[in-house]
């Protein structure tokens, strides 16, 4: 059995992460009689590191950052409701939805990996935003949400309160800045960073090249 790790740098406001993420399970499971074992492993990236505590508009943030129209935003918008379609996931993109700063929610991310939770977490923080419309960066959303997936909500409150984790989500995505990656989602497979939501055939691809490579 050939063991890989996957480096996914990824931001849980980001739409195409929770796209690629689903893709990547797909060429995982589409892998499995390959005799290859892979273990994805989670690490912030926020779209939006100055973004405001009250975040704004999700509409009007992503006309201004990209400079498109409003009939491009919508057109953007339609994309995505399609794709989340084709992996079972739902965008529930309402008119006053809002981009969110999300530093408090890679915190808790962090939390939960101490917990063996990462995974559960991301997953239902992509969920509480996207398809439930909720505010990921208010603390008593994130304690409720981290309760979910069974984490201690004291113990969120107090790891959130105190920004125990503050410097080493800090660190970590200064880290993977200093190596090159500026968009997300981006895979790190073997020694390959694949930028993206790639389909699932051409994660598969890079995922079997790594294990050769590392069997060579």
């Given at each position: 059995?050939?063991?890989?790790?996957?480096?996914?740098?990824?931001?849980?406001?980001?739409?195409?992460?929770?796209?690629?993420?689903k893709?990547?399970?797909?060429?995982?499971?589409?892998?499995?009689?390959?005799?290859?074992?892979?273990?994805?492993?989670?690490?912030?990236?926020?779209?939006?590191p100055?973004?405001?505590e009250?975040?704004?508009?999700?509409?009007?943030?992503?006309?201004?950052k990209?400079?498109?129209?409003?009939?491009q935003?919508?057109?953007?918008?339609?994309?995505?409701?399609?794709?989340?379609?084709?992996?079972?996931f739902?965008?529930?993109?309402?008119d006053?939805a809002?981009?969110?700063?999300?530093?408090?929610?890679?915190?808790?991310?962090?939390?939960?990996?101490?917990?063996?939770?990462?995974?559960?977490?991301?997953?239902?923080?992509?969920?509480a935003?996207?398809?439930?419309?909720?505010?990921?960066?208010?603390?008593?959303?994130?304690?409720?949400?981290?309760?979910?997936?069974?984490?201690?909500?004291?113990?969120?409150?107090?790891?959130?309160?105190?920004?125990?984790?503050?410097?080493?989500?800090?660190?970590?995505?200064?880290?993977?800045m200093?190596?090159?990656?500026?968009?997300?989602?981006?895979?790190?497979?073997?020694?390959?960073?694949?930028?993206?939501?790639?389909?699932?055939?051409?994660?598969?691809?890079?995922?079997?090249?790594?294990?050769?490579?590392?069997?060579?």
């Amino acid at each position: 059995m050939r063991t890989i790790t996957i480096d996914m740098v990824s931001d849980v406001v980001c739409p195409w992460c929770i796209v690629g993420y689903k893709h990547l399970q797909q060429a995982i499971d589409s892998l499995a009689q390959e005799n290859i074992t892979v273990d994805v492993k989670f690490h912030p990236s926020e779209l939006n590191p100055a973004m405001t505590e009250e975040g704004q508009n999700l509409r009007e943030h992503v006309m201004e950052k990209y400079g498109i129209t409003e009939q491009q935003s919508g057109a953007n918008r339609q994309r995505l409701v399609e794709a989340g379609k084709a992996i079972g996931f739902e965008f529930n993109l309402a008119d006053d939805a809002t981009m969110q700063n999300t530093f408090k929610a890679h915190q808790l991310i962090h939390y939960a990996e101490e917990a063996g939770l990462a995974l559960a977490m991301k997953m239902r923080l992509f969920e509480a935003y996207f398809s439930e419309g909720k505010n990921i960066n208010n603390l008593d959303v994130l304690v409720q949400e981290g309760g979910i997936v069974g984490l201690d909500k004291l113990g969120i409150t107090e790891a959130l309160e105190s920004e125990r984790y503050a410097d080493i989500v800090r660190q970590k995505e200064s880290a993977w800045m200093q190596r090159g990656i500026q968009s997300v989602p981006t895979f790190v497979i073997g020694n390959q960073g694949v930028a993206g939501a790639q389909e699932p055939a051409t994660l598969a691809a890079f995922i079997k090249d790594a294990a050769n490579s590392a069997n060579a």
